[in-house]
């Protein structure tokens, strides 16, 4: 297990930005692969994005080109910058570590978990 702090979220008009941190705590063994998930009320986690350290970046079709993801090794921080947010990016965010080498977007491929930040989009 991995144990993973988020912050960075809050509520903006469509249009805005925000950046999303995810922290990873040291561990003996560090995960592999990261994503970010959002999730609205009574509906399962979807994948926004997941990256490998070297690899690819898997990005789901609705945020490519508006939601790069960097990192700060020295800091164990994952970012997520949320550009031009749309009122259909509102939703619980949380970030997922996992050890398999291929980053999906899959969230029963993610067995750790943070206790998410909230996205809010409106006018």
């Known amino acids: 297990q991995v144990r993973l702090v988020e912050s960075g979220g809050g509520s903006v008009q469509p249009g805005g930005s925000l950046r999303l941190s995810c922290t990873a705590s040291?561990?003996?063994?560090?995960?592999?692969?990261l994503a970010w998930f959002g999730q609205l009320a009574g509906k399962e986690r979807e994948g926004v994005a997941g990256?490998?350290?070297?690899?690819?970046?898997n990005y789901a079709d609705s945020v490519k080109g508006r939601f790069p993801i960097s990192r700060d090794n020295a800091k164990d921080t994952r970012y997520l910058q949320m550009d031009n947010l749309k009122p259909a990016d509102t939703a619980m965010y949380y970030c997922?570590?996992?050890?398999?080498?291929?980053?999906?977007?899959?969230?029963?491929?993610?067995?750790?978990w943070g206790q998410g930040t909230q996205v809010t989009v409106s006018s």
């Open positions: 997922a570590a996992s050890f398999a080498w291929t980053p999906t977007l899959n969230p029963r491929d993610y067995g750790s």
């Open positions: 040291k561990s003996t063994a560090n995960p592999v692969s």
């Open positions: 990256f490998r350290g070297g690899g690819p970046t």
